[in-house]
């Protein structure tokens, strides 16, 4: 397909994505009024006012900034692996994140940020602790070691949220842990949204500069070293970044899954794997299909609102099984 | 840009794997390095590519010691090509020809026109630009190699480092890719290749390193590393080391241990010539003493008569046969039990062959394919009248090299 046309499509879309976010939620406000509200930067005081732009708005750019911030994880990760299966979880981030967090509330610390801060700690742990495990003694790490080291240490972090739900059984705070463990938009606000925002702007930033040295790995560490890329020094700070974007967004939305392996793999069928076009892409379009999944989750059960991680997986679990049956022919 | 390999050794795990290794490699020239496998020469590669780091001894870059080059600066210099390699991702062509240009791009900044035209002109240089849009999962073995020979060449290197890159490649492939490297060379690149074919190495390569137990157990033009002895000496295999006819290259052919030595059946002479003594050698030389005449060293016959130890009259190649070569060649007729003529074309250089054999007496000559011999005279007839003289005389025309051995066996039943 076109490139310029898919990003124009793509841009519509995004334009489309967070008006139409902000306009739909289980109080219904007509979209003409929603658009007068909204470019009422501070609203007029009245109800309609203040839903869209204490609680939509803020959720919707909040959503929006956590879908960008996976998907654009997942692509790198797929990258830097050389495999499309790999996502922002496969190296424990999503697990230690979580138990991070679940131990900050069965600790009971009741600080806005501990909750942010715990499940960043416990993500950043988890991937330093699987880079230690899988490096060799040459000190180059394999991917299948990072892989292998992930999962294994993943146990052991649910282990931990298991351990937190089992000692918070009965208590206000299991509902609390349950729910970020399954991930929601629900806490949404501007304070949020202003510590995400810098993260993944920077974030998207620099990985888009290494698109170049993202794709020249697809040579195999030793074919990117010929072109003077010190693939164990890149490894290292696509990781780090990685790990930063994909545990502030697990911070402040939980535990979402599929939109970092899906939207790469979709966006890589559509454009190629050319990291310099298909990092953008991927970033929007996480960014898209995240606000879509929380306007679904917002108003499918409304006024009960599911877990975003539900629908996620319901959208992402059969795509990727599509995927997976036409991409590499498993048959059966 | 000249690369010095000085007094290099390198060890993994404590075990040594090159030592004393001093190598010299100048603007335009190629060098090869052939050995057995283990004997060093992918890693002696790797010690000039910088990605292993010598234990002792350096490599100089024009001077400048390799490891004080960044990596972005050596990339710049130096492009590498190894056995073929999968790519993660179906990538375009170019999108992978592009890579080449990462070390000349900083993190922020956009190909411009000049970075275009470096990956035009490799796609160009190395036939690939038709496919500069299909993915690469799609091109064959050779395409693909070409593709990855295309990235190190949109470097813009001054050197030029190969492992074996023809590995797993089909022959016609191997040669599109030498040629596209030779060409590189007279364009000034330093070559350094390793090479398991000795004979690809010996027809593209100016000079050789022979590598034994990781040091240089020869170096030089290919002639002078391959010898027989050499090669007895480093891979333990007997072989026969001639010249191609066609190139006029080393050419190196396995000789396994020779045939338990067969009681002989007699001597023979043949007359031959432009490889149509081939077959009846072959079939021949097992069970007679052979000899042959007269030749030149750039006769495709003289390389299969050398091979199968066949005595030769030999004479220098475009000039007339030398009386000295005559009289050795009508000596071993008369020595032979029988003479057997090929169907060798004649023209004035070599009619002097025909001419000897008429001075034997005429039963003993076997003439090929005597018919066809107006096909191959180019002497205005004389050829043919001489042939039908012989045929006169009482000479035994033969259909082919089965007849032949029936007849021989024919006659020596009849002379006991």
Redesign the interface.
């Known amino acids: 397909m076109d490139r310029k046309f898919f990003f124009a499509i793509l841009a519509g879309l995004v334009a489309v994505t967070l008006i139409g976010g902000v306009a739909i939620g289980p109080v219904k406000i007509p979209l003409g009024e929603s658009l007068a509200l909204l470019v009422h930067l501070k609203g007029d005081g009245s109800l309609y006012g203040l839903i869209i732009h204490r609680i939509r708005l803020p959720r919707v750019l909040l959503g929006f900034l956590v879908g960008l911030s996976l998907a654009l994880s997942g692509g790198v990760m797929q990258?830097l692996f050389?495999n499309?299966l790999a996502s922002p979880y496969v190296l424990g981030i999503a697990s230690g994140a979580s138990a991070g967090a679940a131990a900050v509330i069965a600790l009971g610390f009741r600080s806005p940020l501990a909750l942010p801060l715990g499940a960043f700690l416990g993500g950043s742990l988890a991937v330093v602790l699987v880079y230690r495990l899988a490096q060799t003694r040459a000190g180059r790490s394999s991917g299948y070691g990072l892989i292998l080291a992930g999962v294994a240490l993943g146990a052991a972090f649910s282990a931990i949220t298991s351990l937190s739900i089992f000692l918070t059984a009965g208590d206000r705070r299991l509902s609390e842990i349950l729910f970020w463990t399954m991930g929601g938009l629900g806490r949404a606000n501007w304070r949020y949204l202003w510590a995400m925002l810098p993260v993944a702007l920077l974030g998207t930033l620099f990985l888009q500069?290494?698109a170049?040295?993202l794709?020249?790995?697809?040579?195999?560490e030793?074919?990117a070293?010929?072109?003077?890329?010190?693939p164990e020094r890149l490894k290292k700070v696509l990781l780090a970044v990685t790990t930063l974007l994909t545990s502030t967004a697990v911070a402040f939305a939980g535990t979402i899954g599929f939109v970092g392996l899906i939207t790469p793999h979709a966006m890589?069928l559509i454009l190629?794997?050319?990291h310099r076009v298909l990092l953008p892409a991927t970033a929007l379009a996480g960014g898209v299909f995240l606000v879509w999944a929380d306007a679904a989750a917002r108003t499918v059960l409304s006024p009960a609102e599911l877990p975003l991680g539900i629908i996620t997986a319901l959208v992402g679990a059969p795509f990727f099984l599509y995927l997976l049956r036409t991409r590499l022919g498993v048959s059966g | 840009m000249r690369i010095s390999i000085k007094d290099l050794g390198f060890a993994y795990d404590g075990r040594p794997i090159l030592e004393g290794i001093y190598l010299e490699v100048k603007e335009g020239e190629s060098l090869a390095l052939v050995g057995p496998n283990g004997s060093g020469k992918t890693t002696l590669l790797r010690n000039i590519?910088g990605?292993l780091k010598p234990r002792s001894g350096a490599v100089y870059l024009d001077f400048k010691e390799l490891r004080k080059f960044?990596?972005?600066?050596?990339?710049?210099r130096?492009?590498?090509v190894?056995q073929e390699?999968?790519?993660?991702?179906?990538?375009?062509v170019k999108?992978?020809v592009e890579?080449?240009r990462?070390?000349h791009?900083g993190?922020?900044e956009r190909q411009r026109e000049r970075d275009q035209r470096a990956v035009m002109k490799a796609m160009q240089t190395t036939k690939i630009s038709e496919f500069a849009d299909r993915?690469i999962g799609q091109l064959s073995g050779g395409e693909r190699q070409r593709v990855f020979l295309a990235?190190?060449l949109a470097?813009e290197p001054e050197i030029l480092l190969l492992d074996e890159p023809t590995a797993h490649l089909d022959i016609n492939y191997q040669l599109e890719l030498m040629e596209i490297v030779r060409e590189r060379v007279r364009d000034g690149l330093a070559v350094v290749m390793a090479l398991h074919d000795l004979n690809l190495a010996a027809y593209y390569a100016d000079r050789m390193a022979l590598l034994h137990q990781g040091r240089i157990a020869a170096l030089g033009r290919p002639e002078e590393v391959l010898t027989a002895r050499n090669i007895r000496r480093t891979f333990g295999a007997e072989v026969a080391v001639g010249r191609n006819p066609l190139t006029g290259a080393i050419y190196i052919e396995l000789a396994p241990p020779a045939r338990q030595a067969r009681q002989r059946r007699g001597r023979l002479h043949i007359v031959c010539g432009g490889g149509s003594g081939v077959e009846v050698m072959h079939e021949l030389a097992s069970e007679y003493n052979l000899s042959a005449g007269v030749l030149s060293p750039l006769d495709s016959d003289y390389e299969v008569a050398r091979h199968l130890g066949v005595e030769l009259a030999l004479s220098a190649p475009f000039a007339p046969i030398s009386a000295e070569a005559h009289e050795k060649n009508i000596r071993m007729m008369e020595a032979a039990d029988g003479v057997i003529l090929c169907a060798v074309p004649f023209g004035p250089g070599n009619l002097r062959n025909l001419e000897a054999l008429l001075g034997l007496p005429a039963k003993k000559a076997h003439l090929l394919d005597p018919e066809g011999i107006a096909a191959r005279d180019y002497t205005g007839g004389r050829a043919t009248h001489l042939v039908q003289e012989l045929l006169a005389r009482g000479a035994v025309p033969i259909e082919s090299t089965a007849e032949l051995k029936e007849r021989l066996v024919e006659r020596e039943d009849a002379r006991i």
């Open positions: 990258g050389r499309p500069a290494t170049r040295e794709n020249a790995l697809a040579l195999g030793e074919g070293q010929y072109l003077g890329i010190e890589r190629g794997p050319d | 590519a990605v960044s990596p972005r600066e050596l990339a710049r130096l492009g590498v190894e390699r999968r790519v993660g991702f179906d990538f375009t999108e992978l890579l080449g990462i070390p791009l993190r922020f993915p990235i190190a470097q």
